[in-house]
């Protein structure tokens, strides 16, 4: 406090520390001290063990020996493995169903729930919770509410007189299950698309209204394209955390019954951590990385072709 | 409906046709959602439901809609047969330990990138959003060899001191929200001769509270829930948090009937996110707005 007022009663120039060093320079000095702890973060958290990780992946590193480089071994390894491809399977098919139907089923709640109604907040809340919840949590929950004798589901299904089947237990029934199960969590959408309904102007809806158009021509002519950048962002982003899919597999079904939910994380994690085979599981994770990359670049470079941008109006 | 009224008031059937429409539409939205609603909220109901019966209720059909009388021994039982409250210190501490580094590093270095001029300084911010695509395995293996040659595996040191440096996501956020604050306010703490850090420290932060206070809630739940980390990292039961501890559970008592208890212990690792969410859900759902990433 004593300072402050010290401070505030000299005149500017006579207290600066550092007279020598013009204001730019001061400032970028400080500039650079505000993120150093961050850039450092990134060199040793990320960027250093990105490197690594690629080097690793050439070796037959097993956390116990120096790291001795074997060429491609390990992504030759990978490519004749059954279990790899499975896996890659696996995953592509979670991936590709549930984020189609996160985005389908939290856009139609989203515009369902667009509307201005008392109490319409309440429900924001209800669909939300569930993705609140650590995904330890509920897998526990859903592994007993599918389990096959005693479980909530079979036994509503046994009222309705359907003989249910062994969810977690069933090979084709497994990975089908944890679709079902990763729904749940569609809520954690609803606030992105609200706030990108909200932000459409009602005008525009209501140039549709008077030229005849019903909600289906709404949907179709205003609401989709004013979205589209949005839905863009996630299905990117989802796409990317649904094929990182890891504690559902390993709590409900141990990636069982024979590997059918044996997601491309769950199979890297067992190499590096059960089998210590490090080597072999850098070069999955690279391998993944790159294909995220390549999904990344080909999502926005194709978005030109269906993503409507605001600023582009003008250049209509 | 428009048959009652009558001819004098011609303009009204129109206008009540409207309104009738209106609220029919209304009254399906409403019933909707309340059955989506409901459907969504079962699950939970029915984890709560279970950790209050006794084992024979659990395994009865037709199934036991409401535990009478609710057990709520379950819970003293889980808490004499495990050691509940070491796993919910752990978890509390390491969560508290990440949201205090994350605040610090993030909001110095999202001050930085928002009002300080530096060359380069736009590409290295670039450059740090970027890891937010990249799937956190391709550098984990070299981390936890890291932080194995330090001796740190088996301690919570892996799962606090990456906060302290800071985290894309989190950076992105405030610096967004710090672009907002009008610069006015620091250019005349400025001219009064206040330093970067001063200004920082007694101008932004205190204006950025609400953008703190989402950053830290966000940052509870991601570590509260966080699996991966803790999994790998600890080993002794005793250092568990509630996530791994979760896990030992279900292994350990899965060959003996005893879901009520699994339940009761999924119920208590769920209450401390549900209380934040219910009563800072305005600040949480912001961030997942501003961010459009799952924590």
């Known amino acids: 406090m004593a300072e402050s007022e010290r401070q505030y009663n000299h005149p500017r120039d006579d207290h600066n520390p550092r007279p020598r060093l013009r204001e730019r320079q001061r400032e970028a000095i400080a500039c650079a001290l505000f993120i150093t702890p961050a850039v450092i973060g990134f060199l040793i958290f990320t960027l250093v063990p990105l490197g690594i990780s690629g080097y690793l992946s050439f070796t037959n590193f097993n956390l116990a020996n120096t790291p001795a480089l074997v060429g491609l071994a390990n992504y030759r390894e990978m490519f004749t493995d059954d279990l790899w491809w499975k896996s890659v399977q696996v995953t592509l098919v979670y991936a590709l169903s549930v984020v189609p139907l996160w985005i389908i089923t939290s856009l139609a709640l989203a515009l369902i729930m667009n509307q201005n109604l008392p109490a319409i907040r309440l429900y924001r809340t209800v669909f939300y919770l569930p993705a609140v919840l650590s995904g330890v949590a509920i897998s526990m929950l859903w592994v007993w509410l599918l389990n096959y004798q005693t479980g909530l589901v079979n036994q509503l299904l046994k009222m309705i007189g359907i003989k249910g089947p062994n969810w977690l237990g069933d090979y084709n029934w497994a990975l089908r299950s944890i679709i079902i199960m990763s729904v749940w969590s569609v809520g954690w959408y609803l606030p992105i698309w609200l706030s990108g309904l909200q932000a459409i102007p009602t005008e525009l809806f209501e140039a549709v209204t008077v030229d005849g158009g019903n909600w289906w021509t709404r949907l179709r002519h205003v609401t989709l394209p004013l979205l589209s950048p949005v839905i863009l962002y996630n299905l990117v982003v989802n796409i990317i955390w649904a094929t990182q899919l890891f504690t559902e597999p390993l709590m409900m079904t141990n990636g069982g019954p024979r590997f059918a939910t044996q997601t491309y994380m769950l199979y890297t994690y067992r190499n590096a951590f059960q089998y210590n085979k490090m080597g072999l599981a850098s070069a999955m994770a690279w391998v993944l990385f790159v294909a995220v990359l390549a999904l990344t670049f080909l999502a926005f470079k194709s978005s030109s072709m269906w993503v409507y941008y605001e600023g582009e109006r003008k250049r209509g | 409906m428009t048959g009652t009224t009558t001819p004098a008031r011609s303009a009204k059937p129109h206008q009540r046709s409207r309104k009738t429409h209106r609220r029919l539409t209304a009254a399906f939205t409403y ?173 932004v932060m205190p204006l950025a509270k609400p953008a703190l206070i989402t950053v830290a809630i966000l940052s509870f739940v991601a570590t509260w829930n966080d699996f991966f980390g803790p999994l790998i990292y600890l080993s002794d039961n005793e250092k568990y948090t509630v996530a791994v501890a979760l896990r030992y559970l279900q292994g350990s008592v899965r060959t003996r009937p005893e879901n009520h208890l699994l339940m009761a212990a999924a119920t208590i690792s769920i209450i401390p996110p549900l209380v934040i969410f219910f009563i800072a859900q305005r600040e949480f759902m912001q961030g997942v707005v501003v961010s459009g990433v799952k924590g």
Request: net charge positive; glycine share 6%; aromatic share 18%.
């Open chain 2, 31 to 203: 019933l909707f959602l309340t059955a989506a609603g409901v459907l969504f909220m079962f699950p939970l109901y029915w984890q709560v439901a279970t950790s209050l019966k006794t084992v024979q209720q659990t395994l009865t059909y037709p199934p036991v809609w409401i535990p009478s009388p609710p057990q709520w021994g379950n819970y003293l039982e889980l808490l004499d047969r495990f050691p509940m409250f070491q796993y919910i210190g752990n978890s509390t501490f390491i969560s508290l330990a990440v949201i205090t580094g994350t605040l610090l590093s993030c909001s110095m270095a999202a001050y930085g990138f928002a009002r300080l001029r530096m060359p380069g300084r736009d590409l290295i911010f670039v450059v740090l959003l970027a890891t937010l695509m990249l799937p956190g395995m391709v550098t984990l293996i070299p981390q936890f060899v890291m932080f194995q040659r330090l001796h740190w595996t088996n301690t919570f040191y892996p799962l606090i001191v990456p906060a302290f440096f800071g985290s894309a996501l989190y950076i992105f956020m405030l610096r967004q929200f710090f672009m907002t604050i009008p610069v006015e306010l620091e250019d005349a703490a400025r001219m009064d001769g206040a330093g970067y850090f001063r200004i920082y420290a007694q101008i």
